[in-house]
């Protein structure tokens, strides 16, 4: 038995040092999400760009793809008018014209206006909205923020 003691061992180590190897080569998954529901009612496959409207409650269908352990997915919906006039509407979640926000679980259902938003008192009308799916974390004592899909969405008033 001892004669072979010199083969079996590097042959162990060998199968042992391959595992972790052939482990770390998993398919990697594209980050992506989609509106699932609009009140209850699931999305047809085919619906390529639906309309919800103001006070519509909101599902999304989310493949969260790789992150890393100290993350964690959520997302944000945010929707926009041309509230200052200028013609434009300013997308960016500090600008002018952000109307409603929300954050919240990937599993969370987003009410369009919630109940107080600067859309709901505006009375509504027409919004350019978009759900977008983010990696939250910490780390090193900072928070950080990382962008993974999106989709845009027109909603009605």
């Known amino acids: 038995m001892k ?11 060998i ?11 998993r398919p990697s998954v594209d980050p992506k999400i989609d509106i699932a529901t609009i009140d209850g009612a699931k999305m047809a496959a085919g ?14 269908a989310t493949t969260v793809g790789s992150i890393a352990g100290w993350e964690y997915p959520m997302i944000v919906t945010s929707c926009y ?5 200028d013609g434009t509407v300013d997308t960016d979640l500090l600008g002018p014209d952000i109307v409603y926000s929300w954050v919240d679980h990937p599993d969370a259902q987003f009410k369009l206006g919630a109940y107080s938003s600067i859309w709901t008192l505006r009375g509504g009308g027409p919004a350019t909205c978009r ?8 780390k090193g004592g900072k928070e950080t923020v990382r962008f993974l899909a999106a989709v845009p969405f027109d909603a009605t008033g």
């Not at 004669?3 to 042959?11: D, F, I, N, Q």
């Open 81 to 85: 008018q041309d509230v200052n006039g």
């Open 47 to 60: 619906t390529l760009s639906p309309t919800p409207a103001l006070g519509d409650t909101l599902t999304y």
């Open 131 to 138: 759900g977008e799916l983010d990696a939250y974390g910490w």
């Open 15 to 25: 199968a042992l040092a391959a595992i972790p190897a052939h482990a770390a080569k």
């Open 3 to 13: 004669k072979w003691s010199w083969l079996v061992a590097p042959a162990i180590v």
